[in-house]
């Protein structure tokens, strides 16, 4: 089994910075992509960004310029770190994992989930 535990969410005023970080532990033998997802309520879980393990990475235009993701691989942990941010980015953040690890008795390549963390911006 995988386990994601991610940390750092809370309430912020416009403008603030806020880091969050995700630590991936359990049967891992690889990890492909890491990346942070976030839904808004009411609305649909989209994409924020995604670093692969070449280091190669993907934003969402609304948070381009804004947001960096990072990872540290001996760590097995991803980070956001969200600078400048708005009401529009208030939501449940979710950590991603493409993982290839122990799954119903066999080594298979999966994506795993974090429990997901809030974020909270004020005006």
């Known amino acids: 089994q995988v386990q994601l535990v991610e940390s750092g969410g809370g309430l912020v005023q416009a403008g603030g910075s806020l880091r969050l970080s995700c630590a991936a532990s359990g049967s891992i033998f690889s990890i492909n992509a890491m990346g942070w997802y976030r839904q808004a309520p009411g609305k649909q879980r989209e994409l924020v960004a995604t670093i692969t393990s070449g280091g190669s990475t993907n934003y969402a235009d609304s948070v381009k310029d804004r947001f960096t993701i990072s990872r540290d691989n001996a760590k097995s942990t991803v980070y956001l770190q969200m600078n400048s941010l708005k009401p529009e980015d208030t939501a449940v953040y979710y950590c991603?994992?493409?993982?290839?690890?122990?799954?119903?008795?066999?080594?298979?390549?999966?994506?795993?989930w974090g429990q997901g963390t809030q974020v909270t911006v004020s005006s």
């Open positions: 991603n994992v493409y993982a290839k690890a122990w799954r119903n008795g066999a080594v298979r390549w999966y994506d795993y």
